[in-house]
Nanobody
């Protein structure tokens, strides 16, 4: 059974940085499309960043482009998100997601089969 587990959330002040990690277990296959999503209270879940095939193609939500960096460790079946210059509006539960194959719309929730339980990121002003 494939499982995704997120690490690295926490509370920081505006302008600070965090590094989120997502570890895949239960398979030796590389999950081709991996992504980070987030959901703030009262809002819909939104795609933050997605990578296909180990970073060959990477997509970012415009609001985080230039501040967040997505990377994959294929050898360890892991996904990372380095978040810098954090803003209060980045406060949300962050979820790791994965699909076995290339998806047509990388930042849409319905494209992904596997999800983690989430890790909370809180940014104070």
């Amino acid at each position: 059974q494939i499982q995704l587990m997120e690490f690295g959330g926490g509370s920081v002040q505006a302008g600070g940085s965090l590094r989120l990690s997502c570890q895949v277990s239960g398979t030796n296959d590389r999950l081709t499309q991996m992504a980070w999503f987030r959901q703030a209270p009262g809002k819909e879940r939104e795609g933050v960043a997605s990578s296909y095939s180990g970073g060959a193609s990477t997509y970012y939500l415009p609001a985080v482009k230039g501040r967040f960096t997505l990377s994959q460790d294929n050898a360890n079946n892991a996904l990372y998100l380095v978040m810098t210059n954090l803003k209060p509006e980045d406060t949300a539960m962050y979820y790791c997601a994965a699909a076995r194959n290339l998806v047509a719309r990388p930042l849409l929730t319905g494209q992904y089969t596997y999800w983690g339980q989430g890790t909370q990121v809180t940014v104070s002003s």
